[in-house]
């Protein structure tokens, strides 16, 4: 099962603009910025209670986040879960029938290992599991 | 300011069987179904943490979440913040410059006063402020 939802992803234009707008609107400011390499995102974090918001900009035309937005706009991207064994929760929901976008999980922002679902498996949302890594 | 990520609203054309569908994905049953026949939707809601996942079908061809479905697909349809004092709130962005939805709060889903922001002010995302109502 799932631990909480960790974070909401939402994909922005700009960064920088998006950092001013969501600072008005939550009423806090972003606590840190990290680019993503595999994903060609640079992202941006505000703490909302248990859950973070995390904005997306691309950079790369050739990143998931460029093509959203050239197709459906800015917003939310994609909403994910925490979970204790990523792994698990893996062959979990394949038996399930949900369709996964990754065979393995790979190294995602904020120093976690994460996965997707394919939207079309599950009503329309993009989801994504994520396992913090400890440090040994 | 916001206190926290309270739920996130996601779209459906069938409550019964999207009831189905994030019981297998998330782990867990829903715990509670309600109308609310103000915003013509039959809701369900699922625990994840501290956060909820509300589900809404319409229960009206004229309902928001008809439209929303008939334009975009299921999907994720808003993200609801709480606030301690939704019209304290409604006034701060309204002077930041977001064009809210309704000029006074209403009675939404889940015993709670609810409002929301425009997406075209909010980087494309539906932004529902929510106050529970503490009985008297």
Not at 5 to 14: C, Q
Not at 33 to 49: L, R
């Amino acid at each position: 099962m799932f631990l909480n939802l960790e974070h909401l992803g939402i994909a922005v234009k700009n960064l920088d603009e998006a950092n001013a707008l969501y600072a008005r609107l939550l009423g806090v400011e972003h606590y840190k910025i990290e680019e993503v390499a595999s994903e060609k995102v640079k992202t941006s974090f505000f703490k909302t209670g248990e859950a973070k918001i995390e904005l997306l900009e691309a950079s790369d035309p050739e990143s998931p986040i460029a093509k959203f937005i050239e197709k459906k706009g800015e917003g939310i991207h994609h909403v994910a879960f925490e979970v204790a064994d990523i792994r698990a929760e893996m062959q979990r929901l394949s038996s399930e029938g949900f369709q996964m976008l990754n065979t393995e999980p790979k190294l995602g922002a904020d120093n976690k290992l994460v996965c997707f679902v394919h939207p079309k498996s599950a009503g329309g949302v993009l989801v994504e599991l994520c396992q913090s890594i400890i440090p040994e």
